[in-house]
């Protein structure tokens, strides 16, 4: 994958490149940054810039680069038991195939997604000490064209103490030529002893520009379209491909939002209504954790949109609800900057619990009867 294919982070890119020309290569970096900002497409760009750069011959070392397969570019990433593998213990040499094509079909998509795509997404993949020990089994052997191999660990926050702790001398003092790229969305969960062996660059969101790029370049959205989307995609491009193609998802968020919130209205002083929040807390439930949080991040964006309306700012708006028996400028008055802060934070505190394998239903019924309050809030003079 060439630096030209991934969207944004200019100065990251030059830092790269520079560093790459002048020899100052890290041989250990911590690649930090959100979902959808681009953290996998960059370590590709520069796993493959160092590869080719210090290839014998540099074409062919591109055309295997860009199909994932060269033999010094090393991939360790979250896994699972799966049917297929089973009783073996689950590594990522045993899911290259899968990875490929996953990468391939776009290297912005989150670890849900990389679950759900081997067909474990009920489960919490991680990167285990038997990973650990395949990767210090694998960067023992010498570079394939004696150039750089580089070893990129995708999502390693997923590294249990174990793993991590196997790698620290190998991390510490690797083999020559040999480059670490761990990759997190989540610096809080990497081992210290780890972090403090990595030089850190942290990615920031990208701009609406840049996603209206990409949108525009490489998917033939139309550039009304793009503008739309990415003023909803909150410098994340995997949430921008996730609007562009799941339009069916968008029309079933609302409907489970509208059915919410008008619950959640009625349910003051009515307690029969709140048998209505127990139904809409277990349908919700049902769904994947991946889907829950969507959802909840979904609300957050229509509860914003609201308050731009309520205080008379709609030039800045883009969420228009499709039914027509709901008004946004109808629910807008009702949120106001006496409740908006508490809403957020109870929405935000919901997908910090759901993400963490607390109880949905009850997460999510417990929000719903905190809505109810927050919405009869009254707005301080």
């Not at 083999?175 to 062996?197: G, M, Y």
Request: hydrophobic share 40%; glycine share 4%.
């Amino acid at each position: 994958m060439k630096f030209e294919r991934v969207l944004g982070l200019e100065y990251i890119k030059s830092h790269l490149k520079n560093s790459t020309e002048k020899g100052r290569i890290s041989h250990a970096q911590l690649f930090v940054g959100n979902e959808g900002v681009g953290l996998l497409p960059m370590a590709l760009a520069y796993a493959t810039h160092l590869i080719c750069n210090s290839s014998n011959n540099s074409e062919i070392a591109l055309q295997k680069c860009e199909k994932f397969g060269h033999p010094d570019m090393h991939f360790a990433f979250p896994t699972a038991t799966t049917e297929a593998i089973k009783p073996k213990k689950p590594i990522s040499n045993l899911f290259l195939e899968e990875w490929r094509k996953f990468i391939s079909q776009n290297p912005y998509q989150n670890l849900y997604e990389w679950m759900q795509f081997i067909g474990v997404e009920k489960k919490q993949g991680n990167i285990s000490v038997h990973e650990a020990a395949d990767i210090v089994k694998t960067l023992k052997l010498k570079s394939y064209e004696g150039g750089y191999k580089v070893m990129i660990i995708w999502m390693a926050e997923k590294m249990n103490t174990e793993a991590a702790n196997k790698l620290l001398k190998l991390i510490e003092e690797p083999p020559e030529k040999t480059v670490f790229l761990l990759l997190t969305e989540n610096e809080d969960l990497i081992l210290p002893t780890i972090k403090s062996r990595c030089q850190t660059l942290y990615f920031p969101l990208l701009s609406e520009d840049e996603i209206i790029h990409g949108l525009t370049t490489f998917e033939n959205a139309s550039l009304a379209e793009a503008n739309r989307i990415a003023k909803q995609s909150d410098g994340n491009y995997n949430k921008a491909l996730h609007i562009l193609k799941n339009n069916d998802t968008a029309a079933e968020f609302e409907t489970w939002f509208i059915q919410w919130v008008r619950a959640a209205f009625k349910a003051k002083n009515n307690a029969a209504v709140i048998q209505d929040l127990i139904s809409w807390s277990e349908t919700i439930a049902k769904t994947s954790r991946e889907k829950q949080t969507r959802f909840l991040k979904y609300c957050l964006q229509f509860f914003r949109q609201a308050l731009l309306i309520n205080y008379k700012a709609s030039s800045l708006t883009y969420l228009k609800p499709t039914s027509t028996s709901f008004k946004l400028e109808n629910f807008a008055p009702f949120i106001h900057g006496s409740n908006i802060l508490a809403i957020n934070k109870e929405i935000n505190d919901a997908i910090y619990l759901i993400e963490r394998n607390g109880n949905s239903k009850i997460v999510l019924l417990d929000l719903s009867i905190k809505l109810t309050r927050l919405l009869h809030t009254k707005e301080n003079a």
